[in-house]
Structure formats: C-alpha cells, structure tokens
C-alpha cells in the first residue's frame, strides 16, 4: 500500500487519502496518525473503496502518514458495522468510529496507575471513621477516591490511613490481562425447559452461524442461567461474548451471578470507568483476551476481534436507545452486529417489544419460551385496585386494601416493593397564594422538590436550586406546596403508617455507584429493609426471594401522554416490577393502582393476559401504520433563538419532498420544547417500510442551507412518535 485512505477521528471530516511512507507497514483496520493542517490526528485505514465520495487527490500532493499505533487493527466486520451504522442513523462514521476507540483514552492513556491495598497494620490512632474504612474495604484493592467511596469516608481518611502505614501502594500495570472464566466452574442443573432453550442457543454458537434468538420467558424463569450455558459454550470455542445490559445498577448483582458460575468476574465496560481501566478493558477485548465483556451499550461498538456471542438482557429497555451523540438502538445494532461477526444473538426479555415480536413472526427471529418460573414457584397473584372506588385517604396515595395488604405482609416478616416511576418528593411546587409554579430557567419542565438534598431539580439538564422559604413572587412565606406525589413522599406516608419498617428507597439518586448498588441488595437481601420505595430502577433483575409484595401506586402514570408507545411501555414495566413478588418459596402478590380499570393494558395486566395485550397493541400500531408496519424518523431543529429555531423548521417543513410512501407532520415544538436552553422543534416523518427514508431526507436536507447557530439532527426510529 503506498496510499491510504483514512477515516479520521473528528466528525466533521469524511476520509481522507494520504500516502504511506516507505517503511510503515499498514492494512485495512490500522490505527494511524495522520496530519491534517498543523496537527496530528488519530484515524484509521479503510479499504479504499468503500467512501466512494472522497475527493480525489493527486499523488503529488498527499501528505505522508506518520505514525502506526500500536493497537490491534479495527477488524473487517467492525468496519462494516460502522459504515451500516453511519448510514441508516445518518451519523457522520467518524461519529461512529470513536465509539469503537472510545475516544483516544484507550490508545493514549498510561501504562501503569498506582492502586491501594491494605497492609494489615492496625494504625496507633484508630478514630471512628478509620475502622469503619478498615473494616468495610477489607482486603479489596483501588484507588484512594474508590476506597473512600467503599470505606464511606473521605478522601482526607483514606490519605491519613496510607500515611500511617496502614494502607500500601502497589504499581498496576494497564496491560495486565484479566482471569479467565471458567465455563465448568459451577454447572446448574437445568430444568427440562431450560436445557432444551440452552442446547438450541449452544448449537448455534458451536455453528458459528448468525442466528438471532428471542428468550421470552416470564420473570424468574432463569433467563441468565439459560444464557450463561451458550455463554460457557462460547468460552469453550476460545470465542469472545458481549452481554449487553440497560443500566450500571445491574451490573453489581450481575457480576456476582456470573462469578459464581464462573469463577471470575467479566470485564465491565461503561461510562463510569478510569482512564486506566478503560484503556486495560480496550486493550484485552481488542487483543481477545478478555473472553467476556459486560457493558453499557457503548460496549457494543468495540473491536472483539473473535466474537462469538451476542446477549442483550431485558432487551424491551428503552435506554438501549440512544438520544445524544449518535442516535442508535443499541438492540438492533446488536442484531447487525452479530450478522457482521456470524455470531448468535440473544434478546432475552419477559415483555419483548412489540417490533422484536414481530420479527420472530416472520420467522426472521427464533423464539425461545420459557412459561413457567424455575423451581417450581408460582406466578404472582395480581389484584386491579380501583382508586374511584377505593380512594386512598385524604393527602395519602396507597389505598385502603393496599394498607392491608402491606400490614399482612409486615406480619408475617415478609418483604414489600412500592413502585411509582417519579423521583424525588413532589413533581411540582407551586405557591398557594398567587399559583406561582417552579419552573426550569433551561427546559419546558417543573423543577421536582427533592427533600433529602433540600432542593428543586429539573430532570432534564441538572439545574438545581435550594427550596426556597418564599414566593419568588408574591414574596409571602410558608405558602409553597407540593403537588402530587414522588417516591419520597411516599417513603414519608410509609413512615406514618409503619413507624418501625425499615424502608428505602431505590432510585437513581440513591443507587447512583456500584458500590451503593451494592448495598442496597445486600440489605435487601441479609433483611435489614422493610420495604422498599423505588422508580423502575428496581422493577428488573433483582431476585429478593423474601419479597411477596409489589404495590404499584400508578398505573396510569405512564399513559398519561399519550403516545403510541404508553401502552407497551405501561405493560411492560408494569409485568417487570409484579415479578419481583414471591420469586421465592412464598406466593407473591402484586396489587395495581388504577383510575383506569377498563384501558386495554390495565385489564390485560390484572388477567396476566400477554397475548391479548399483544394482539390488541399489534392491531392498533397495524391500523396506525406506527412501528413495525411503517416507520417514522425525526428531524429536530434546535438553537439558543428561539426564532430561528422555528424559521428553519418551517423552512425544512415547506421544502418536504413529495416522495411517495411518507408524510410529514409538524414541525411543532418538540416533546421538550425547551431543552438545556435550546429551542426544539420537531418534524416527524412518516414513511411505509419499503421507502428508502435515509436517501430522501438526505436529499431534502442537503438543499437546504441554514446558519451554523441552528442544529439539525435526524433520529431514525425516534423511541417517541
Ligand atoms: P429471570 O432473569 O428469568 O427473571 P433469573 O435468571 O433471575 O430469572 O432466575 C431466577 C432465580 O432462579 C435466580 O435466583 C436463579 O439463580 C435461580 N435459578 C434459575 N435457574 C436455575 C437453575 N437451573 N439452578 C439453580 N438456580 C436457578
Ligand atoms: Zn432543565
Ligand atoms: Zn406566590
């Protein structure tokens, strides 16, 4: 190769050709560096047929490359997926590109970092918070802020215990490989059902084939121990699994399961990771040595070199898409991906999308059911509540029955789940005397009291205020009141009523690290709570065999908006928190607030009627032409003027084409109208599955010329429609 063509890490620029020096040995996939004006930047050599766009330079005047990185080349499949994912997102490659180096982190960050462990010397001043941190680090080893975080101490402890001896410091060096799994270190017996879905799933890794299946089994049934034997299967073929999971919160009580099946941990990848250990975890997935990755969907774009398996667990989680940067389905680029790599893919879930269903009945997907729950435990019992006729009291939200209910439940010493997906203690706070209402200064939304942190906060971009005592504008005191209920709030009611349960609460701000994951599920788990008050973070994955009962405080919360999606997304999470009731020896029971007992889904809930529910929410979408039998994509135009914001829309919006098959609605304001201080609008197009929809707005997009101030960015397959 005496030219190449490189794809260069910024995302504002296509490829670019340069010459190879004499010498320099590069392929298809090398990490490079390049110059470009008067700097130096990472990208790397594509075959140079495949951006047929890139203009072409003479010979004469290429500049030479200047440097090959000493990383694994990006391999063939991984280059195809980035090329399919540019193209049907409509993201720039270089966008997609990052995502597979995961910035310049993994290639340029440093060799060895310096960790702690303790020395087994008891320190001469023994204070309060230095035994505690003793006591609770033990013999793990980390850095000095995640063994404070670990020990609940500060900093200032933990430098103060490595002073007096009690504490070391041991050099890691960044390319020490990670422990093997072993896939016959602890081997289940499976249940019948379960070793027939496990052998379909091992036969297509051991064939190398690309064959995505669909685990649909109902909550408890031992999804992960079905997959964990393809999992094995792979490990035993020296290939390499990617097990996709929706939030860091489940990574705690995954990586204990899969330690006690084989041996080791994996090796995590998510947003949460050092420098140094993200450029260790980069660099043993991109050389094969680490055999098994678990991550965040970030984790899907990396460089396995042999990927053997693909696995998406709760598949059906909306936080598979993503909605900055690259705008992508993490779900089906899985699918892609596994297409690229011949590899198996698995969608585990208990409530599968409506658009995976629809796959396996065209026979694309292979459906995998397991009916019943492992181990001979029952279904839930699910009992509707109706709040018209059975109110709750004055100023409270769980109703009578479930008062009952939860006093029964606490007599017997048995555990209860509150859910209600709100976080903090009251979505608004308005004043009583003139109806001032807090507002984000940012976003289109209500600033949500917070009492634990004493503020208001916007859930949208991070704004944060002290609750104020007065009006901000009528000025008078004492007259600012809460509006509806958050998890907080009911964590207070559950205070009144049971004052000696101990309760907590479960949410994004309260299990925001792993480590505090960690001790939520151990004190759910060694019964030091009571009950537990939480948002949907709590309504997947956790097994809490003691747990029998499951309030849902809102059904309708979800079907308020009333987008196409509310009902599955109702049902779903709803099905999904009733199976963390009884998934022990003891029945559960799960008991369902509702002022709407007669919408579609709140009857198929109580039922238990799944199929109904699907067939009724297949119809609707069917007669829509919404997902999967049409499609939309989103164009939203967003900029700090709020005038400008709305002329290009309306400017995009009467230069629509006529393309056959599709429609375009708005623009109107956007979901969040107003969002981190920028105005959105929104166009939605409509369009049937046969229209090209990419090509058409490309071409409609690219005739139009807007100032730099405003964005466009297109969302394919937008979550909302
Ligand atoms: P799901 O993900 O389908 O809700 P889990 O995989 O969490 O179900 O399994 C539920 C519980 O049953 C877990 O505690 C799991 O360890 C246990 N379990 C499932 N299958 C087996 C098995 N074959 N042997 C032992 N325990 C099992
Ligand atoms: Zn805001
Ligand atoms: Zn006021």
Redesign the pocket.
Known sequence: MTRARVLILNAALGPLDYRVPQGMAVEPGSIVVAPLGPRQLVGVVWEDDRFPDVEPVGDNRLRPLLSVMDAPPIPAPLRRLIEWTADYYMAPPAAVLRMALASHSALEGARTTIEYRATGHVPDRLTGPRAQALERIGDRQGLIRELAAIGGVSDAVMRGLVKSGAFEAVEVSTDTPFPEPDPDYHL????DA?SAAAQQMTAAVTARDFRPFVLD?V???????VYFEAVACALRDGRQTLVLLPEIALTEPFLD?FTRRFGVVPVAWHSGLRQSERRRAWRAIASGQAKVVVGARSALFLPYPQLGLIVVDEAHETSFKQEDGVHYHARDVAVMRGLMEKCPVILAS?TPAIETRHQVELGRYTEIR?PAR??GSEMPEIIGLNLLTHPPERGRWIAPLLVDAIDETMAKGEQALLFLNRRGYAPLTLCRHCGYRFQCPNCTAWMVEHRLTRRLACHHCGHVIPVPKACPDCKSEDALVPCGPGVERIADEVAMLWPTARTAIATSDTLSSPVRAADFVKSVEGGAVDIIVGTQLVTKGY?FPNLTLVGVIDADLGLEGGDLRASERTFQQIVQVS?RAG?GVKPGRVFIQTRMPEAPVIKALISGDAEAFYATETASRRHAHAPPFGRFAAIIVSSDDPAEAQDVAKLIGRSAPDAEGMRVYGPAPAPLAVLRGRHRHRLLVHATRQLDVQSVIREWLDAIVWKSGTRVMVDIDPYNF
């Open positions: 289940p017996a499976l249940s379960q089994g909550t408890g049934s031992g999804k992960t121990e399961r208990a397991l492992y181990g097994h199976g998934r």
